[in-house]
């Protein structure tokens, strides 16, 4: 199938808490792109990180990524009630190849 | 900005119809369009990459001539769902990349069509 695995499928937490979630594929990349999806809504771009790079930060947002296992984590700080939507780990080899997905909630 | 629009954002049909749903990118070129389906509480399948002036190319399984697209031009795909059936019912979208970046360079999403076919 075209598809990585990400973990933990679902996520629950209390606000301020910190969210990690993981992701795996497949083949060689060129880079590994993070996004959010709300529910029934389209994708919003969260971060790229390039297969050079290590880890890579944007605001509460932290990812690094891991070449030699074919993975990648997002880490979100401080989460918000607002940080409740679906993330998705793409992987960039010309076209995006989506892992499963992490339903993320955040509890206030 | 970087936007993408799709039309129409949701559309209902009898089975046996056939749909046509919109990409545009709003405020750039884009050569190269993706579509892909997402059912419900799943990811998103990517169904075939859409080059502006030249065929598509469809992944693995995924019927060409029930899923015709057309890029007629660097701001437009289409995705046309012939003979529409209720395993058809999904949700639908569209990213678009910027003419002249690198084919890895960011893609940029449209909001969704949900496709309901009764």
């Known amino acids: 199938s075209q598809q990585g695995e990400e973990d933990p499928q679902a996520l629950s937490i209390q606000e301020g808490e910190n969210a990690t979630m993981n992701c795996s594929y497949k083949t060689s990349i060129n880079n590994l792109q993070w996004y959010r999806q709300n529910s029934g809504r389209g994708l919003v771009h969260l971060i790229l990180i390039r297969s050079n790079e290590r880890e890579k930060h944007s605001g509460r947002l932290r990812v690094t990524l891991d070449t030699s296992k074919k993975s990648s984590s997002l880490l979100i700080t401080a989460s918000r009630a607002a940080d409740t939507a679906s993330y998705f780990c793409?992987?960039?080899?010309?076209?995006?190849?989506f892992g499963q997905g992490t339903t993320l909630q955040v509890k206030p | 900005g970087a936007v993408v629009s799709q039309h129409p954002s949701w559309v209902i049909c009898k089975s046996g119809t056939s749909v046509k749903i919109e990409c545009r990118s709003l405020?750039?070129?884009?050569?190269?369009m993706f579509w892909y389906r997402q059912f419900p509480k799943q990811s998103l399948m990517l169904m075939a990459t859409?080059?502006?002036?030249?065929?598509?190319?469809?992944e693995q399984g995924v019927e060409k001539d029930k899923f015709l697209i057309n890029h007629a031009s660097l701001t437009l795909s289409t995705l046309t769902v012939t003979s529409a059936h209720p395993e058809d019912s999904s949700f639908y979208i569209c990213?678009?990349?910027?003419?002249?970046?690198?084919?890895?360079?960011?893609?940029?999403f449209g909001p969704g069509t949900r496709l309901t076919v009764l």
């Open positions: 859409s080059n502006e002036g030249s065929k598509a190319t469809y």
């Open positions: 405020d750039f070129q884009a050569t190269t």
């Open positions: 793409g992987s960039n080899t010309g076209k995006l190849i």
């Open positions: 990213s678009a990349r910027h003419t002249g970046t690198g084919v890895y360079n960011e893609q940029f």
